[in-house]
């Protein structure tokens, strides 16, 4: 005679074995899952297929993507691990760093780089393209300035736990063959630039006012400083007027916001953060002519033209992402970089200001798109 | 389909179990041949067919040599099935492997490397052929009977709780089985919880340490300290036992629902206190298999010391050789068979020595040994060795984050703590203790599902990784 218990618990399993792909079946709302997943189609069943194991991949990809309550099972893992062992998952692209401060991976790898460096003759090229660039540039009275940006773990180094710093010595190699390179490199050819890093590290700012500890990006009031600073390279280097000014607001945060961008890719419930975030108050523009403005470079432009969209203080705003897309601001209308199509000329030969942003991870060998785009420019520009 | 996937928990189980249960008895078997042919295609298709066809030829084979049974015919039957078996396996698992190493030999005369389309390895291939030789000598020794019913046999080779990764049956132990088994709640429910203990053994711990052990073994040389190298190698003594006994427990828990009682293939290895008793304890069902079939054959231990001695290394360099085609397999056998040559050579000696000293030597030699299995070459087992004996400091540090997440140092502490804890039942008899602190049944049981539910809702996690997307 079976127990009741026996059979209870039988059925305990089959219910916990079943419930994913009833879930699955009866389309039950899952929670959502932050960041991007590679799309996984549902092959096409055909005895060839399986024959030649070409099904049987793809399948399970597609079964395990589609699978009910995953997000819920993510979230369950996830936050049991972030509460009880004080990390996130393994090969996930969020650290937990100290006091709940999150890293992208990429920005610790970057603090723990010891090789790969730019060859110095190299970057002595580079160097001397950005000089003949901008020097060109402002004969024509426009203004090319590069922005070097700091990794959020130079802002937020002493909260980087042990685990995630490789013991390099002081300074940190990649401080000197990367950031110190590329800094000298530019003082050396008297190029006006922005060293945005200092400008961060050596601010008496609340630091979570200039980068949200759960943010992979500086701030949008970040953004407003560093624009403020390409206001007064634009001066200097065109002779026109920008006045730029920055009043720094605490707005109500909100989920979407930029700077909760790590604690949702986390996919973890009830981590710690500030409930606000820093924007740039500023006031209405004098009356005149307006320059036109494009940076060129990695997401983080998107703090600078945002604000610069915002402030008024320009008649058009525009971001070449990665040198592949180009959005105009406020409309965010985007369109692919073709360069020296017409398209491309009407755009990028005829901007007042041009920001180009030298982040410091991606001082590396191996991201050519701003080199790219700097030969492009050059190639049209320069004699 | 690994049994510790979402596709074979969430999907091809349940599918499978309803289909059976539904199934009237006299027809289980079908839905189980069924199943595990589907399960079986699913990994293999293209050497389905190869696996029915030799079972055929077994089927008939062994009528025959039932039928001539003390004969030259029965002999000759005996030797044509088998060496059609070991043909299989030579092809399949180490041709590659064979030819590999003669264009290297080739290349240091100057000639030409021959051109070889590589063999693909079946999954399987390794068991299923150890378990049709084993199923033709019993025939021949009249340990066992030829099957009945072409069917039961295919059903045998094919089961599939048992046939990717073993353990490795025998005939005789499953035929009566095969024909008439019981099904009850009760079974299914410990078949439930066996898988779940092996899925959580999988999931949760084996797949944690090898974060650390994967983590170690592709660090650059000059990064290898010697506690590193430590380090490396437990965890992967943990990872491969946790591995590899949980997939056991699962196959005998998979076998549970479907009515079956396996054998067990693992017991508390860790706990040896010298080699010979490790592989009495570490996949038995292969170190029996060698012992029946292999080493008594040899002549065992009846024509001598000396050859008792030879015969253990050929059985163990042989037993490398079917862990893997490289020669980082054959130096494990030969390794195993050394200490084990050296503690019969030791006989008392060895015996008299402390048993602290005895578990702590079996250990450290069983820990050397799984580098040489781990390695991806020779020369990385002998560096890994070597960081191990003499001190050495890694230039550029690891990154630990990396290398050993807070996750991984817990699986690490509690796998050493499941597997080194039970040594103490060597030093005293824990009897009263255990009746008393033994776990009430319904706390085992709600146990046992938490486990299921936690390994699979980490099992989830694990196989998705959201990519970063940019800020806006």
């Given at each position: 005679?079976?127990?009741?218990?026996?059979?209870?618990i039988?059925?305990?399993?089959?219910?916990?074995?079943?419930?994913?792909?009833?879930?699955?079946?009866?389309?039950?709302?899952?929670?959502?899952?932050?960041?991007?997943?590679?799309?996984?189609?549902?092959?096409?069943?055909?005895?060839?297929?399986?024959r030649?194991?070409?099904?049987?991949?793809?399948?399970?990809?597609?079964?395990?993507?589609?699978?009910?309550?995953?997000?819920?099972?993510?979230?369950?893992?996830?936050?049991?691990?972030?509460?009880?062992?004080?990390?996130?998952?393994?090969y996930?692209?969020?650290?937990?760093?100290?006091?709940?401060?999150?890293?992208?991976?990429?920005?610790?790898?970057?603090?723990?780089?010891?090789?790969?460096?730019?060859?110095?003759?190299?970057?002595?090229?580079?160097?001397?393209k950005?000089?003949?660039?901008?020097h060109?540039?402002?004969?024509?009275?426009?203004?090319?300035?590069?922005?070097?940006?700091?990794?959020?773990?130079?802002?937020?180094?002493?909260?980087?736990?042990?685990?995630?710093?490789?013991?390099?010595?002081?300074?940190?190699?990649?401080?000197?063959?990367?950031?110190?390179?590329?800094?000298?490199?530019?003082e050396?050819?008297?190029?006006?630039f922005?060293?945005?890093?200092?400008l961060?590290?050596?601010?008496?700012?609340?630091?979570?006012?200039?980068?949200?500890?759960?943010?992979?990006?500086?701030?949008?009031?970040?953004?407003?400083?560093?624009?403020?600073?390409?206001?007064i390279?634009?001066?200097?280097?065109?002779?026109?007027?920008?006045?730029?000014?920055?009043?720094?607001?605490?707005?109500?945060?909100?989920?979407?916001?930029?700077?909760?961008?790590?604690?949702?890719?986390?996919?973890?419930?009830?981590?710690?953060h500030?409930?606000?975030?820093?924007?740039?108050?500023?006031?209405?523009?004098?009356?005149?002519?307006?320059?036109?403005?494009?940076?060129?470079?990695?997401?983080?432009?998107?703090?600078?033209?945002?604000?610069?969209?915002?402030?008024?203080?320009?008649?058009?705003?525009?971001?070449?992402?990665?040198?592949?897309?180009?959005?105009?601001?406020?409309?965010?209308?985007?369109?692919?970089?073709?360069?020296?199509?017409?398209?491309?000329?009407?755009?990028?030969?005829?901007?007042?200001?041009?920001?180009?942003?030298?982040?410091?991870?991606?001082?590396?060998?191996?991201?050519?798109?701003?080199?790219?785009?700097?030969?492009?420019?050059?190639?049209?520009?320069?004699? | 389909?690994?049994?510790?996937?979402?596709?074979?928990?969430?999907?091809?189980?349940?599918a499978?179990?309803?289909?059976?249960?539904?199934?009237?008895?006299?027809?289980?078997?079908?839905?189980?041949?069924?199943?595990?042919?589907?399960?079986?295609?699913?990994?293999?298709?293209?050497?389905?067919?190869?696996?029915?066809?030799?079972?055929?030829?077994?089927?008939?084979?062994?009528?025959?040599?039932?039928?001539?049974?003390?004969?030259?015919?029965?002999?000759?039957?005996?030797?044509?099935?088998?060496?059609?078996?070991?043909?299989?396996?030579?092809?399949?698992?180490?041709?590659?492997?064979?030819?590999?190493?003669?264009?290297?030999a080739?290349?240091?005369?100057?000639?030409?490397?021959?051109?070889?389309?590589?063999?693909?390895?079946?999954?399987?291939?390794?068991?299923?052929?150890?378990?049709?030789?084993?199923?033709?000598?019993?025939?021949?020794?009249?340990?066992?009977?030829?099957?009945?019913?072409?069917?039961?046999?295919?059903l045998?080779?094919?089961?599939?709780?048992?046939?990717?990764?073993?353990?490795?049956?025998?005939?005789?132990?499953?035929?009566?089985?095969?024909?008439?088994?019981?099904?009850?709640?009760?079974?299914?429910?410990?078949?439930?919880?066996?898988?779940?203990?092996?899925?959580?053994?999988?999931?949760?711990?084996?797949?944690?340490?090898?974060?650390i052990?994967?983590?170690?073994?592709?660090?650059?040389?000059?990064?290898?300290?010697?506690?590193?190298?430590?380090?490396?190698?437990a965890?992967?003594?943990?990872?491969?036992?946790?591995?590899?006994?949980?997939?056991?427990?699962?196959?005998?828990?998979?076998?549970?629902?479907?009515?079956?009682?396996?054998?067990?293939?693992?017991?508390?290895?860790?706990?040896?206190?010298?080699?010979?008793?490790?592989?009495?304890?570490?996949?038995?069902?292969?170190?029996?298999?060698?012992?029946?079939?292999?080493?008594?054959?040899?002549?065992?231990?009846?024509?001598?010391?000396?050859?008792?001695l030879?015969?253990?290394?050929?059985?163990?360099?042989?037993?490398?050789?079917?862990?893997?085609?490289?020669?980082?397999?054959?130096?494990?056998?030969?390794?195993?068979?050394?200490?084990?040559?050296?503690?019969?050579?030791?006989?008392?000696?060895?015996?008299?020595?402390?048993?602290?000293?005895?578990?702590?030597?079996?250990?450290?030699?069983?820990?050397?040994?799984?580098?040489?299995?781990?390695?991806?070459?020779a020369?990385q087992?002998?560096?890994?060795?070597?960081?191990?004996?003499?001190?050495?400091?890694?230039?550029?540090?690891?990154?630990?984050?990396?290398?050993?997440?807070?996750?991984?140092?817990?699986?690490?502490?509690?796998?050493?703590?499941?597997?080194?804890?039970?040594?103490?039942?060597?030093?005293?008899?824990?009897?009263?203790?255990?009746?008393?602190?033994?776990?009430?049944?319904?706390?085992?049981?709600?146990?046992?599902?938490?486990?299921?539910?936690?390994?699979?809702?980490?099992?989830?996690?694990?196989?998705?990784?959201?990519?970063?997307?940019?800020?806006?």
């Amino acid at each position: 005679m079976a127990k009741p218990s026996d059979k209870l618990i039988v059925c305990a399993y089959l219910a916990a074995a079943t419930a994913p792909l009833a879930a699955m079946a009866l389309g039950v709302r899952d929670h959502e899952i932050n960041g991007a997943l590679e799309p996984t189609p549902r092959p096409d069943l055909t005895l060839d297929a399986v024959r030649t194991e070409s099904f049987q991949g793809p399948f399970a990809a597609w079964f395990e993507s589609h699978l009910g309550l995953r997000g819920y099972s993510i979230f369950v893992d996830n936050t049991i691990l972030f509460h009880a062992l004080r990390d996130t998952k393994p090969y996930s692209y969020v650290k937990l760093g100290l006091h709940n401060v999150l890293f992208l991976y990429e920005d610790l790898s970057y603090y723990n780089l010891y090789n790969n460096f730019y060859d110095p003759q190299h970057l002595a090229a580079y160097a001397d393209k950005i000089a003949a660039l901008q020097h060109e540039m402002s004969k024509q009275g426009r203004a090319f300035v590069p922005v070097i940006i700091p990794s959020k773990t130079t802002v937020y180094r002493d909260e980087i736990p042990a685990k995630w710093a490789r013991d390099l010595g002081k300074p940190r190699p990649s401080d000197v063959e990367l950031y110190g390179a590329m800094k000298h490199a530019l003082e050396e050819r008297h190029i006006a630039f922005v060293d945005a890093r200092a400008l961060l590290t050596t601010s008496t700012e609340p630091r979570d006012v200039l980068w949200a500890p759960t943010a992979r990006h500086w701030s949008d009031y970040s953004g407003c400083l560093a624009m403020q600073q390409v206001a007064i390279r634009y001066r200097e280097l065109t002779g026109k007027p920008l006045d730029y000014d920055c009043e720094l607001v605490r707005a109500r945060g909100r989920p979407g916001d930029s700077d909760y961008d790590l604690m949702r890719l986390a996919n973890t419930w009830y981590v710690p953060h500030e409930h606000w975030v820093a924007k740039a108050h500023h006031t209405p523009p004098p009356p005149g002519d307006r320059p036109s403005l494009i940076c060129i470079g990695t997401s983080f432009c998107w703090g600078l033209v945002l604000d610069a969209a915002d402030s008024n203080r320009f008649s058009a705003v525009r971001i070449d992402y990665y040198n592949r897309t180009l959005t105009s601001m406020p409309g965010f209308e985007s369109s692919d970089v073709h360069p020296h199509s017409e398209q491309w000329r009407a755009v990028f030969l005829t901007q007042d200001v041009y920001v180009f942003d030298l982040l410091e991870t991606y001082l590396t060998n191996g991201n050519t798109f701003l080199e790219d785009a700097v030969d492009e420019l050059s190639a049209e520009m320069v004699p | 389909v690994p049994f510790s996937s979402l596709l074979f928990v969430h999907l091809f189980l349940p599918a499978f179990l309803c289909a059976y249960w539904l199934t009237p008895r006299p027809a289980k078997n079908y839905t189980a041949i069924a199943g595990s042919l589907a399960f079986y295609a699913w990994g293999a298709p293209r050497f389905l067919p190869v696996v029915l066809g030799l079972g055929v030829v077994d089927y008939f084979v062994s009528h025959q040599i039932a039928a001539s049974r003390g004969t030259r015919r029965a002999k000759l039957l005996l030797a044509a099935g088998v060496t059609m078996h070991l043909s299989v396996l030579v092809y399949f698992k180490y041709t590659n492997f064979f030819i590999s190493e003669l264009n290297s030999a080739l290349g240091h005369f100057g000639i030409a490397p021959l051109t070889w389309t590589r063999v693909v390895l079946p999954i399987g291939v390794s068991f299923i052929t150890f378990e049709e030789i084993s199923y033709l000598c019993d025939v021949f020794r009249g340990d066992a009977r030829p099957a009945r019913r072409l069917s039961q046999y295919i059903l045998f080779l094919t089961l599939f709780p048992h046939s990717i990764a073993g353990p490795i049956f025998r005939w005789k132990d499953l035929e009566a089985q095969l024909a008439e088994r019981q099904h009850s709640w009760e079974l299914v429910r410990e078949g439930f919880e066996r898988f779940a203990i092996g899925l959580a053994k999988k999931v949760l711990i084996a797949d944690s340490v090898a974060i650390i052990a994967d983590g170690v073994f592709a660090l650059p040389r000059e990064q290898v300290s010697s506690q590193l190298a430590w380090l490396g190698a437990a965890a992967y003594a943990l990872q491969i036992y946790f591995d590899f006994s949980g997939y056991s427990d699962m196959a005998i828990g998979l076998g549970k629902l479907i009515g079956f009682r396996f054998k067990e293939n693992f017991n508390r290895p860790y706990i040896s206190a010298s080699l010979t008793e490790f592989w009495t304890r570490w996949h038995i069902s292969l170190s029996s298999w060698l012992r029946d079939y292999l080493y008594i054959p040899l002549g065992g231990n009846r024509k001598g010391r000396r050859r008792a001695l030879v015969n253990l290394m050929i059985v163990f360099a042989l037993s490398g050789l079917w862990h893997g085609a490289a020669w980082t397999f054959v130096v494990w056998g030969v390794y195993h068979g050394s200490f084990v040559t050296l503690e019969r050579l030791l006989g008392d000696r060895y015996r008299r020595a402390p048993l602290v000293v005895q578990h702590v030597w079996t250990l450290a030699v069983v820990l050397v040994g799984w580098v040489f299995f781990r390695a991806g070459s020779a020369g990385q087992a002998i560096d890994m060795i070597s960081a191990m004996a003499w001190p050495r400091s890694g230039a550029v540090g690891p990154l630990m984050g990396d290398l050993a997440p807070p996750l991984a140092r817990l699986a690490f502490v509690l796998g050493i703590a499941i597997v080194l804890v039970p040594i103490a039942t060597k030093y005293r008899d824990f009897a009263a203790w255990r009746d008393r602190f033994q776990l009430a049944a319904v706390g085992a049981r709600v146990g046992c599902l938490a486990l299921f539910l936690a390994s699979a809702i980490h099992l989830t996690n694990m196989r998705i990784t959201p990519l970063i997307y940019f800020k806006f």
